[in-house]
């Protein structure tokens, strides 16, 4: 734990924090290099020109995205978003309040492109776009996790994600980038994976989970690789691969194909489900980073694409990949026609592994052994991205629902956490987004403020040990962040570790 | 024809046109800017009726803003809702004979306008005295209070205070929609009720009184969730599709 870095106190009434104006200022990630920028077509650093590379870049994105120019014009500052943000109710920085945020782009909306703000700046809060303001944009544009809470309760359904991710593209496009998360998509681009992991370590890494299943199970659970003619391609966050929880969950997974029986496969080509690409708000990245997992599906000839346990992986596979890459049903051109007359339609093109495992649940494919869970009291995390910008099986709200109807197929002990702290409003981790990093870690305790509230309370009064989530950005973070709220960080894991733990192998086939 | 008549008569063409072409244009520039990616929150629902279902719900109820601050909301909605009313009870000075509901609404049209002010009221009691809604409060939004609570008032003040030749100011208006003008009855509340719902008229399609068409164009509410069943691209992002 940095020294430096305190949890708040957590708050005894639930109410939003007096306002701490500046607090988070000082905030700022660290900026990507030159070679991080130009390896992704950005401009290295601000230099010369930045403000008309940024304000061109504005008014091409105004032109190309209904969503900016709507919510630009649209905010009447009613302040239904203002006490909604995790990051505001830990830092009561008030330009972390959603509709703060906005504006902070929306000062320079109303001056370089309304009437209203050329001829009065002043009464309408308009702004020329200086150093300094792209200074705050900077910092603060990166103090949301794109989490889209506040767009639950806005009348207009303004969501700040659309905003951040387009100041995030505005700030590329004018030379200052942000260094985790440009160099990631780097990483992706070059090794395949967010977290570098090259094709030869990944199989060593998966023959040893092999081993160590064997020796736990004594069943031959395989994590194949590169199999042409399976059924599945699975497509999971890297992280799945060796960070701990998330691998438990990976085990899982296999678990539960070695169980039903059907031949899967990994791809090196497509050894990642994230797509930082989302964070960025870049359409270029978001879709080429996608067309990996179609070139890969394409190759391996399979049936079926199901995507492992990640939030906004999800939120991407379901909501984007159809259009982006074609991975899906419904396309009539010959670019989605290719892919999806391979693909075997009676099944949902993504499938989530929830839904996957759900299925066989409810077919009685799987041997559960629930007892085996009784260690454990179980609460889920719904992760924002699955929450509010995805679904699972054939109703609203699925997302929800088969994620936790797994956990209580396979574990007796289940608590839930306090009403308008799950389902759609949820709250974020306090790590999305692209914050995922060290340098921000006051941000992310200050801003897992809100989960770490809702834990304590079921954790003290029903004697929850056992946070399940289904993103690997969420267990990253809790792992973290954890300790410094006194939990243990093994606290946190995945729904497939609870899945891993009760499945027993062998019964059935 | 007193130099009055032709003033408003020439405000009110004026403020007609630019609302008309203002919002004309914006509700054009929204419809013709793509929607790249399928963006609904969700839960969000899965049919065309049922996204109808809920902008229904979201423009009669204000079902997110009711989620988000009851206070806000209650305010909000009797404002909206008597606005609502007061508007159909204008429409009797523009049509002849009144429509049926039109004068059936009449009775409530009055309360209405007491419920605008309480609401408006109630609106900008917030704004001043929650930290955090008059942090994000700027010139403008206390203003535009100001403004439509002195049209509420200057028009309650002619029903209840200083009676306005409301026949004449009918057989003005019906003037003005048929290019036959006729002569405007004086008054000083009757000028500044005008003049400040022609100034409504003007900086409409240039402030944040755009929400009004701006929600019927949210994406994040206005879409299906079907992305796995319909693939969804705009114009713009169709000839990027480079796979092999």
Sequence with gaps: MAADVKAPPLRTLPIAPDLAPGAMAGSKPYVATDKMQQALGFPGELGEGWQERALGKMGELLGKYRSLKVYLDSCVHCGACSDKCHYFLGTGDPINMPVARQDLMRSVYRRHFTLAGKVFPKLVGARDLTKEVLDQWYSYYNQCSECRRCSVFCPYGIDTAEITMAGKEIMDAAGLGQKYTNEIIGKVHRIGNNLGLPGPALADTLEGLEEDVKEETGADVRFPLDEKGAEVLLVTPSADFFAEPHVDSLIGYAKVFHAAGIRWTLSSRASEAGNFGLFIGNYDQLQKIALRIREAALELGVKRIVVGECGHAWRVAYSMWNTLAGIGAGGTDPFARQLQSQLDLRYKQPTHICELTWDLIQRGALTLDKEANDHRVVTFHDSCNVARASRMGDTPGGQFEIPRAIIRAVANKYVEMAPGTTHEQTFCCGGGGGLLTDELLDLRVKGALPRMEALREVADGQSVNFMATICAICKAQFTKVLPYYGFKMSMVGGVHQLVSTAIRLGAKH | ?244
């Design chain 2, 1 to 244: 024809m007193t130099a009055a008549t032709v003033v408003f008569a020439l405000l009110f063409y004026f403020a007609t046109a630019v609302l008309a072409i203002g919002v004309g244009w914006r509700v054009y520039d929204y419809a013709r800017t793509p929607a790249p990616l399928k963006i609904p929150t969700t839960p969000a629902p899965v049919t065309r009726g049922g996204v109808a279902l809920r902008m229904l719900r979201e423009i009669v109820f204000f079902e997110s803003l009711f989620k988000g601050n009851l206070w806000t909301w209650a305010a909000g909605w009797m404002f909206h809702f008597g606005l609502l009313l007061v508007l159909l009870r204008h429409l009797r000075y523009f049509t002849q004979p009144v429509w049926g509901f039109v004068v059936l609404v009449q009775p409530f049209g009055i309360y209405a306008g007491f419920l605008m002010v309480a609401g408006l009221a109630g609106l900008w009691l917030r704004r001043v005295a929650v930290p955090r809604v008059r942090y994000i409060s700027t010139p403008s939004d206390h203003l535009m209070l100001a403004l439509l609570i002195a049209i509420a008032a200057s028009g309650l003040v002619m029903k209840f205070v200083s009676h306005t030749d409301i026949v004449s100011v009918k057989a003005f208006f019906l003037g003005l929609m048929y290019f036959d003008w006729q002569p405007l009855p004086g008054g000083a509340p009757l000028y500044l009720h005008l003049s400040l719902v022609a100034l409504l008229m003007l900086v409409f399609p240039f402030s944040k009184l755009l929400h009004a068409p701006g929600i019927f164009f949210s994406p994040t509410r206005n879409q299906v969730d079907d992305p796995r069943e319909h693939r969804h691209v705009a114009p713009w992002a169709a000839g990027l599709d480079s796979g092999p």
